[in-house]
């Protein structure tokens, strides 16, 4: 859902987070990967502008789910 809010491709996900696109096709499919590589995307993702939100934060249907922030990157990858 980040990545669709962002309207990166999965190659733009890679190029932020510095990871192989397969590393992002891999986790998208449910596949594993270790705890920094994760943190690497999320980071990148949230430094574009996408607030992660738990169970029951702030959000209308009350579970987890992503929000985009208006002053937000979203024109492309962070450099």
């Known amino acids: 859902m980040a990545r669709a809010a962002l309207k990166w491709s999965v190659r733009d996900v890679a190029a932020a987070a510095q990871v192989s696109p397969n590393t992002v096709t891999r986790i ?3 596949g594993t990967s270790n ?6 995307i ?4 949230e430094a574009a502008g996408v607030t992660f939100l738990a169970d ?3 959000s209308p249907a009350g579970g ?7 002053d937000g990157g979203g ?4 450099d």
Request: proline share 7%; glycine share 18%; aromatic share 8%.
């Open 75 to 78: 024109d492309g990858p962070v």
């Open 28 to 30: 998208e499919s449910g």
């Open 64 to 70: 987890p789910g992503v929000r985009l922030d208006v």
């Open 35 to 40: 705890a920094s590589t994760l943190g690497a």
């Open 56 to 58: 029951g934060e702030a």
């Open 42 to 45: 999320r980071y990148a993702f």
